[in-house]
């Protein structure tokens, strides 16, 4: 573990209040009773760094998808200071709209992501209009721009983007989601962004249905539960349980530690 610590930070930007549980769990008895969502974005800062954890998505993103926005994340980073160009770094989770609509507002920054995650939003899996659903091409299309900029760092598995910040790759919900390990001044915290929408998925074992590897969600899970029963507090990606945890008062930003 690294000397150094972070603050993190969750920022909604977004939420759906005409989900049913049927959207959010495989298999459940209960599939009729609604089941919101929240869409959060992630910035872990200290006096050294600021390192952004996906982008969210933008007004333009939530006009084609009929999926509107309560503030544009870059509004919601501005609340804490944050400028783009404060973020240096740039942590992908995955490439899904909702976590990478606003990857061309941090161009300048370094992206840091799974090699299998851009692997597979270019193979012939996105012939398949069911796995190309969660993408945007032109999200995908920044990615490699970056990449041929030189300003992408691939991770095969566990590696560190910075000290006190780790990742690891879990799929299951897409072939390269990978989560995120942060060292704090209190417990270390995981973001599990999809790799865990609601702390009921990796809790009781239940699939979310957009799934390409259902054994990888499930051992992704496993390993969830296992970084919390060493003492790290788990935040999943979707779940409006997170602003419960709230330490601070600005609307719709919730310090996590």
């Known amino acids: 573990m690294s000397n150094e610590r972070y603050e993190v930070f969750a920022l909604k930007y977004a939420e759906r209040n005409t989900r049913t549980r049927n959207d959010s769990f495989m298999f459940d008895d209960d599939h009729a009773s609604q089941h919101d969502m929240d869409y959060f974005i992630w910035v872990a800062r200290n006096a050294e760094r600021t ?6 998505y933008d007004t333009a993103e939530a006009q ?19 400028a783009p160009s404060d973020v240096t770094d740039l942590i992908v989770t995955h490439l899904h709209y909702d976590h990478a609509g606003g990857l061309h507002n941090f161009e300048h920054a370094r992206f840091h992501m799974q090699e299998a995650e851009l692997g597979f939003a ?3 899996c996105m012939c398949h209009p069911t796995l190309r659903a969660p993408f945007t091409a032109d999200h995908v299309c920044t990615t490699v721009r970056q990449l041929y900029g030189g300003k992408v760092t691939f991770y095969t598995g566990s590696g560190e983007v910075a000290p006190g910040i780790r990742v690891h790759h ?18 270390p915290v995981i973001l599990a962004s999809d790799a865990s929408h609601y702390y009921e ?3 009781n074992a239940k699939l979310f249905p957009i799934v390409v590897d259902p054994p990888a969600m499930l ?5 969830l ?7 790290y507090q788990i935040v999943p990606g979707h779940d409006p349980q997170v602003l419960q945890r709230s330490l601070m008062k600005v609307p719709g930003i919730v310090k996590l530690a």
């Not at 296992?226 to 003492?231: L, N, R, S, T």
């Open 170 to 187: 879990v799929g299951g919900h897409s072939s390269g989601l990978q989560i995120v390990d942060i060292d704090t001044e209190t417990d």
């Open 122 to 124: 270019v193979s012939g």
């Open 64 to 82: 084609r998808r009929n999926r509107p926005i309560l503030n544009d994340p870059l509004e919601m980073l501005g609340r804490m200071g944050i």
């Open 225 to 231: 539960r296992d970084f919390e029963e060493k003492g």
């Open 201 to 203: 998925n990796y809790r």
């Open 51 to 56: 390192i952004l954890i996906d982008t969210g």
């Open 219 to 223: 051992e992704g899970f496993a390993k």
